[in-house]
C-alpha cells in the first residue's frame, strides 16, 4: 500500500511548510524511496498565472507548460523530481472539475455538496498523483502540502479530505507533519510553547491530530521544553522536531537528520529503506556556508521588493555559485525608478 504524508502549517504563514516538504523527500529519497510531491493551494484561482507577484511571489513554470506554485521549485531543487500540472491542485481547480462534472450530468441529479463531492475530488486528486505512470518506477510514498494556515476557512476542504484519508487506505499508511511557531522572546529571554499549542488545538478540532511536530525557531529547543510540548499537544517527545532557523535553505534536510526526523518517520511509516547517503548534500552546504570569495549580481525587475517574485532566478545564480565555490550576493534594483 501507497504510503502518505501530509505538511499542513499553523500561527502565521511562511513558516516553510514548502522547504520542510522537499527536505523530508531530500532525506527519503536519500534512503532509496521512490516519492512524488503534491501541493494544495486554498485560493479560489485555477492557477496563480494572473495573481501579482507580490501577493503569490513567483509562478513556477512545469516542463508541461503548468503556471504552479513556487514551491513546486523547491520540490524540483531538493529531489531529482520533475514536477508537472498533476503535481498542483488549487480550490479552483477542484471546484472548476466538480461543476463540470455536474453540468455534464455525472451527479445523476444529485445536490452536489462539499461533502462529499469536493472532498472526494480533492482525495481523487491525493490518489491520481501516486499513481505509476507506463516506464516509470513505483512510486513509494506521495508528500502533500497543504497550502494556507491551519483556522483559514479556505483550507477547510483540503483538511477535511486529509481527514478522511486514513479510513479509506488505513491509518498505518499516513502520516500528519504541522509545522508551527515557537517564537523567542527577547524581552522575558525565553521561548514560547503557547501559539504552538493553540495551533495544534485548532488542527484537533477539525479531527486530525499530528504525528510529528517541526517547530520553527531560531535555537534548538531544550529537551525539556520537548517534553512540555509533547505533553500539551499529545505526540511523543520524539515527533517534536526542532525546524532551526539556518544560514541557507538546503542546510534544513541536515538539521531534520540531525534531530532524527527520517529515522522516525521511516519506522512510523514501517518502510524498507537503506541508510541516507548525505555526503554530497553536506559538500553542497559546505560550499555554501565557507565560500572562496564573494561576486555581487545586479538583479534588475519589476517585483523586486519581494524575493520570492524571482525565487527561481535567484536559486539559479546561488547554484552557480555553488559550483565555483561563490556566495553570490544580489541586489535588486527595481526597473521602474531607472
Not at 498505518?172 to 495551533?199: C, G, M, R
Not at 517547530?215 to 522536531?241: G, H, Q
Not at 542546510?251 to 514501517?270: A, C, M, N, Y
Amino acid at each position: 500500500m501507497k504510503k502518505y504524508i501530509f505538511v499542513t502549517g499553523g500561527v502565521v504563514s511562511s513558516l516553510g511548510k514548502g522547504l520542510a516538504a522537499a527536505s523530508i523527500g531530500t532525506l527519503l529519497e536519500a534512503r532509496g524511496v521512490s516519492i512524488t510531491f503534491l501541493k494544495l493551494d486554498p485560493y479560489i484561482n485555477v492557477d496563480p498565472g494572473t495573481m501579482n507577484p507580490y501577493q503569490h511571489g513567483e509562478v513556477f513554470v512545469t516542463h508541461d507548460g503548468a503556471e504552479t506554485d513556487l514551491d513546486l521549485g523547491h520540490y524540483e531543487r531538493f529531489t531529482s523530481i520533475q514536477m508537472s500540472k498533476e503535481n498542483n491542485y488549487t480550490s479552483g481547480k477542484i471546484y472548476h472539475n466538480v461543476i463540470s462534472k455536474e453540468r455534464r450530468g455525472d451527479y445523476l441529479g444529485g445536490t452536489v455538496q462539499v461533502v462529499p463531492h469536493i472532498t472526494d475530488e480533492i482525495k481523487r486528486a491525493i490518489i491520481s498523483v501516486g499513481k505509476t505512470k507506463k516506464g516509470e518506477k513505483p512510486i513509494d510514498l506521495v508528500i502533500v502540502e497543504i497550502g494556507g494556515t491551519v483556522g483559514d476557512i479556505e483550507s477547510l476542504p483540503f483538511l477535511e479530505a486529509i481527514r478522511q484519508f486514513p479510513f479509506d487506505i488505513g491509518k498505518e499508511n499516513v502520516i500528519y507533519i504541522h509545522v508551527t511557531l515557537i517564537p523567542f522572546i527577547k524581552a522575558v529571554d525565553e521561548l514560547k510553547t503557547k501559539p504552538t499549542q493553540h495551533s495544534v488545538n485548532k488542527l484537533r478540532e477539525i479531527g486530525i491530530q499530528p504525528d510529528f511536530l517541526l517547530c520553527r525557531t531560531d535555537r534548538f529547543i531544550p529537551e525539556e521544553m520537548k517534553k512540555k510540548i509533547a505533553l500539551f499537544c499529545n505526540v511523543d517527545t520524539k515527533a517534536v522536531v526542532t525546524a532551526k532557523d539556518v544560514q541557507s535553505v538546503y542546510e534544513v534536510p541536515l538539521v531534520f537528520h540531525k534531530e532524527g526526523l527520517d529515522d522516525t518517520i521511516v519506522k512510523r511509516l514501517k518502510l524498507k529503506t537503506k541508510p541516507p547517503k548525505l555526503s554530497a548534500w553536506e559538500e553542497i552546504v559546505s560550499r555554501i556556508c565557507t565560500p572562496e570569495r564573494e561576486v555581487v549580481i545586479a538583479l534588475i525587475g519589476k517585483y523586486v521588493g519581494l524575493k520570492d517574485s524571482y525565487k527561481s532566478l535567484y536559486e539559479s545564480l546561488t547554484h552557480g555559485g555553488i559550483g565555483n565555490g561563490v556566495r553570490v550576493r544580489i541586489e535588486g534594483i527595481d526597473s521602474e525608478q531607472l
